[in-house]
């Protein structure tokens, strides 16, 4: 099993798109820089799985995640408390962009505030975001998600805790005829993870 995690996919992505986000993530306390040193980490891909790791100022962070110059950026964000979460944003060969937090090692209480406050920034602008996934456990890693949910192609598995995704593609998906689900514009929300509203 590999560490839980939330996913979100977006159909546009720009700088204004990062700013927003890591402010949003920022007013929630979820922060790019770390609670003492302050350093903003970037983390390069490599064979290595925490990879090497690199200092960069909050603007060089916001153009990076708009993917105006790379398809893929890692990062760190942290807690008030220190624990690290994991974070990349990358753009897929068909324009999607994926943004995909780690819950990791991180204490529950520390992984339910990283849930709420990423919930809520891709919520603010969810006529961009497609659906989301969230399985804390981890189990369902290996599941195509964006096939899953932006093109209703793929099936899953194993369940994750929540599953969002537009009315249209979840009406063409079978795994998903006859399982309660509830609206939650402008998704249909699978699993009892997200309170109705």
């Known amino acids: 099993m590999s560490d839980g995690f939330f996913c979100s996919y977006h159909l546009c992505w720009s700088r204004p798109d990062a ?3 890591l402010g949003d993530l920022e007013a929630a306390g979820v922060r790019a820089d770390h609670p003492v040193t302050r350093r903003i980490t970037l983390i390069s891909p490599g064979a290595d799985p925490s990879g090497t790791q690199s200092w960069v100022s909050r603007d060089q962070l916001v153009l990076l995640a708009g993917l105006q110059r790379l398809d893929r950026v890692d990062f760190l964000l942290w807690l008030p408390g220190g624990e690290e979460i994991r974070a990349g944003i990358s753009r897929g060969d068909d324009g999607t962009v994926e943004l995909r937090f780690g819950l990791g090692a991180a204490a529950r209480e520390a992984q339910e505030r990283v849930v709420r406050a990423v919930r809520e920034a891709i919520g ?4 961009l975001c497609v659906g989301f996934v969230l399985d804390r456990e981890g189990a369902s890693a290996a599941t195509d998600w964006a096939g899953f949910i932006v093109k209703g192609s793929v099936y899953f598995d194993c369940w994750p805790d929540t599953l969002a995704l537009l009315p249209e593609v979840a009406a063409a998906q079978p795994q998903l005829s006859g399982v309660n689900s509830f609206q ?13 509203r």
């Open 19 to 21: 700013e927003s986000l």
């Open 124 to 127: 603010r602008a969810s006529l």
């Open 184 to 196: 939650q514009s402008p998704w249909v929300v699978y699993g009892s993870d997200v309170a109705r």
